[in-house]
């Protein structure tokens, strides 16, 4: 767990710290059904980011998993962001272990820019979860290993599945938590009110009409897609992210190493879409656990990679994001 570092410099007189700008781009963050389940605070010169518990999603994440991953998604857009405006973003993971929701107090400091950041960043407006099918094009296992190697920096294990009987096995565990929700009518009357049209939650537009193995079974999906390429061979990478042991402090870790892959996958022309339906049913969470991890730590959420479809497709509306002024609270 990564500890402050002296914060003398944080507090001296110097440039304005650009927090507004950097927290528009840390909340472009992906989280899981997309709902920005994070609360950030603002204390003169130092920043705080919080669980909020009011978006958490009852049946589908009931210990709250889910939630705090996406809130360590939206830690490292956060740096990543801070970077690419010329600050080095000083980060105390979990400074309160008496209050989980107080996920990590952050302080700024300015260092020089530099060009590989600022394309970082960039690729923060790039990034989409694009659900329709990845072209036929297979991913090289030697991309997966790097994208693994850039999510490990980050304090999580990446670990590409591919050998076919452990995607296939994959595959199966994910149709099983499939049918397990979809007899669920609490489950999927929350699913239900979350797809929608309002301000947040997900929408309609991003779902796929078809349903594929692949991908969750989604209610009045609206977004065409191209089924020529049902018929195709599974040309998908996947990788598995997981840590040591179940703490808030590993899954904020396996939020950060998502966040870290999915934009340098962005960066590299890749499409990234995570899949948390097999580790949000605790049956088959533990299969995943014991027969693709043998037991060796837990899996947190599941990346399918592959290339975007190059033929004319309609583009994706953006996703709906909360206003700032409904995340930052500025305590002083």
Avoid at 25 to 49: D, K
Avoid at 144 to 169: C, H, K
Avoid at 190 to 200: Q, T, Y
Wanted: charged residues 25%; aromatic residues 4%.
């Amino acid at each position: 767990m990564a500890t402050s570092t002296d914060r003398s410099s944080s507090t001296a007189p110097g440039p304005r710290r650009p927090f507004e700008e950097i927290l528009t781009l840390a909340c472009r963050a992906p989280s899981v059904h997309n709902t920005q389940p994070w609360l950030w605070r603002l204390h003169g010169e130092r920043l705080e980011l919080w669980a909020d518990l009011s978006r958490q999603l009852a049946q589908a994440d009931p210990d709250s998993r889910d939630l705090v991953l996406s809130c360590g998604a939206a830690l490292h857009h956060l740096q990543v962001a801070a970077r690419g405006l010329g600050w080095r973003a000083v980060v105390d993971r979990l400074p309160d272990p008496r209050n989980p929701r107080r996920l990590a107090s952050i302080t700024l400091e300015p260092v020089i820019m530099a060009k590989e950041a600022v394309e970082e960043m960039q690729a923060i407006g790039s990034r989409q979860t694009d659900r329709r099918r990845f072209t036929s094009w297979p991913v090289p296992p030697e991309r997966l290993e790097t994208l693994a190697r850039v999510g490990e920096q980050w304090g999580a294990a990446v670990v590409p599945i591919v050998d076919e009987s452990a995607r296939a096995r994959l595959r199966a565990l994910t149709r099983r938590a499939d049918e397990v929700q979809s007899d669920d009518p609490a489950y999927q009357a929350e699913l239900a009110a979350h797809l929608n049209d309002r301000s947040d939650g997900m929408s309609t537009r991003a779902v796929p009409v078809e349903h594929d193995a692949a991908n969750r079974t989604f209610p009045a999906g609206a977004l065409a897609d191209d089924t020529r390429q049902l018929a195709s061979a599974d040309p998908e990478g996947i990788l598995l992210i997981c840590t040591e042991d179940d703490s808030v402090a590993c899954r904020l870790r396996a939020g950060e190493a998502m966040s870290a892959v999915w934009l340098r996958a962005t960066m590299d022309g890749f499409s990234v879409v995570p899949l948390s339906q097999a580790l949000e049913v605790e049956e088959t969470r533990q299969a995943v656990q014991g027969r693709l991890l043998e037991g060796r730590g837990f899996p947190q959420i599941i990346l399918r990679v592959g290339w975007p479809p190059i033929a004319e497709t309609p583009a994706l509306t953006p996703s709906r994001r909360r206003s700032l002024d409904d995340v930052l609270v500025r305590a002083d």
